[in-house]
């Protein structure tokens, strides 16, 4: 058997990221495979191999993507709010807008009104 060092990086359904490593190959088949979890608080190492320099910024990258994918979904979520904030305040205005003209024509008419009932208790 021989056993090959390689770097693929996943997302596993906790949106955590994944390493398989170390595999073993037999006659052209894989027996085994381990998947490696890893933290963000791991201590940094002096990176002189250039394996691991690879696998390192292929991490950064794979998480970077994560939280711009993250970061736009948040984006998208809070436009919404936004659009329904303002399709609501915007029939709001409407509505008021209705109230304000019904009141001016009430209040107009009751002004007509009460000038000619002045006009003709004065005669």
């Not at 659009?83 to 305040?89: A, C, G, I, Q």
């Amino acid at each position: 058997r021989k056993t090959i060092h390689a770097f693929v990086l996943f997302l596993d359904s906790d949106n955590k990221i994944g390493e398989l490593q170390d595999l073993d190959v037999g006659e052209q088949s894989l027996v085994r495979s381990e998947t490696v979890k890893f933290s963000r608080e791991g201590q940094r190492s002096s990176g002189k191999d250039p394996a691991e320099r690879e696998s390192r910024r292929l991490k950064r990258l794979l998480r970077n993507r994560v939280s711009a994918q993250q970061a736009r979904e948040r984006k998208k979520v809070y436009v919404n709010e936004l659009e329904k904030r303002v399709n609501d305040l915007e029939g709001k205005n409407t509505d008021l807008e209705e109230k304000v003209s019904t009141l001016q024509k009430e209040n107009h008419m009751l002004r007509h009104i009460l000038k000619n009932t002045t006009s003709s208790s004065s005669r």
